[in-house]
T-cell receptor
Framework: DAGITQSPRHKVTETGTPVTLRCHQTENHRYMYWYRQDPGHGLRLIHYSYGVKDTDKGEVSDGYSVSRSKTEDFLLTLESATSSQTSVYFC???????????FGEGSRLTVL | RKEVEQDPGPFNVPEGATVAFNCTYSNSASQSFFWYRQDCRKEPKLLMSVYSSGNEDGRFTAQLNRASQYISLLIRDSKLSDSATYLCVVNMYTGNQFYFGTGTSLTVIP
């Protein structure tokens, strides 16, 4: 299995609080992605990174920011969590932008 | 319109049955195609890539029809362990984005 870990795995927070999810990889892959998965929508891309300090928005980026200061870490921040951001968040890595995606185990976030 | 569309199912089939899933994609510029499998409350994992000539891996066969913009997955001799959600994934070289279908749920019944 690819070396990719997410933390925290579960989090319950209140509306308006900041939340940071961490994705850590040991594969030295260039590409890293944050997805959210919701019933009826499938996996939707929030942000992705194609290198250190190189990031771009996905289709559902509003309310989220990311940072990648090291190859191995990709952080997803919700500046002020809302109930609509209750979801399961998956980090994924890929060696190329067209090849296999390897996913972390997911982070389940509940915003009350 | 969604980039990738799948019939969500559920498909409930007996052991040993053959089942087929289809997936359509909207962008003719799409370049690479995959089927992923996701077990309940787990992360998606690659099942197989889909090549223009079609490809087979044991009981699983994937095919691509570029003219009609759909891909298919055929599972023969279904096993209980095949019960999962199958995700269709399409990638365009530009934009570094993978687009996921909502998934098709399969339950194989003893």
């Amino acid at each position: 299995d690819a070396g990719i870990t997410q933390s925290p795995r579960h989090k319950v927070t209140e509306t308006g609080t900041p939340v940071t999810l961490r994705c850590h990889q040991t594969e030295n892959h260039r590409y890293m992605y944050w997805y959210r998965q919701d019933p009826g929508h499938g996996l939707r891309l929030i942000h992705y990174s194609y290198g250190v300090k190189d990031t771009d928005k996905g289709e559902v980026s509003d309310g989220y920011s990311v940072s990648r200061s090291k190859t191995e870490d990709f952080l997803l921040t919700l500046e002020s969590a809302t109930s609509s951001q209750t979801s399961v968040y998956f980090c994924a890595i890929s060696e190329s932008n067209t090849g296999e995606l390897f996913f972390g185990e997911g982070s389940r976030l509940t915003v009350l | 319109r969604k980039e990738v569309e799948q019939d969500p199912g559920p498909f409930n089939v007996p052991e040993g049955a053959t089942v087929a899933f289809n997936c359509t994609y909207s962008n003719s510029a799409s370049q690479s195609f995959f089927w992923y499998r996701q077990d309940c409350r787990k992360e998606p994992k690659l099942l197989m890539s889909v090549y223009s000539s079609g490809n087979e891996d044991g009981r699983f066969t994937a095919q691509l029809n570029r003219a009609s913009q759909y891909i298919s997955l055929l599972i023969r001799d279904s096993k209980l362990s095949d019960s999962a959600t199958y995700l269709c994934v399409v990638n365009m070289y530009t934009g570094n984005q993978f687009y996921f279908g909502t998934g098709t749920s399969l339950t194989v019944i003893p």
